[in-house]
């Protein structure tokens, strides 16, 4: 359940990182404050059900486009979050280079977080241990 709870932080986290680094980057890209949580659980929830989905569907019809996968589930994922979230992306090169930014702080995060967790839980370890000697 632990372990269920942390990953389950971790792509929270690494969404809110990638559509704030979308709104930072991007000038056709806006959140309202209000709509933020929505649009990242939103964007969350889309990117855990559709990756699988979007990966199977291309290795029965187009094995070319497994590389790409990420993107394009990240694109969805952001389409599903500006149709019912308070994101808005305007222009199709917002959308294209909003897919790329959240799609590339998705994935760092997703990879660096988990570091930043566990030494966390570490440094927790090593103190509760020193604390009761």
Do not use: C, Y
Not at 80 to 85: L, P, Y
């Amino acid at each position: 359940m632990i372990r269920f709870l942390i990953r389950s932080a971790i792509f929270l986290g690494s969404a809110a990182l990638g559509i704030l680094a979308a709104v930072w980057l991007i000038p056709d890209v806006s959140v309202s404050a209000s709509g933020f949580i929505i649009a990242v659980v939103l964007f969350a929830i889309a990117q855990v059900v559709l990756s699988p989905f979007i990966t199977r569907l291309a290795e029965r019809n187009a094995p070319a486009f497994l590389g790409g996968i990420g993107l394009v589930s990240t694109f969805v994922a952001l389409a599903i979050a500006s149709a019912f979230g308070g994101l808005s992306i305007s222009g199709w090169r917002s959308w294209i280079l909003a897919t790329l930014v959240v799609w590339l702080v998705t994935a760092l995060a997703t990879f660096l977080l988990p570091f930043v967790v566990l030494r966390n839980r570490a440094e927790e370890r090593k103190a509760n241990k020193n604390s009761g000697a």
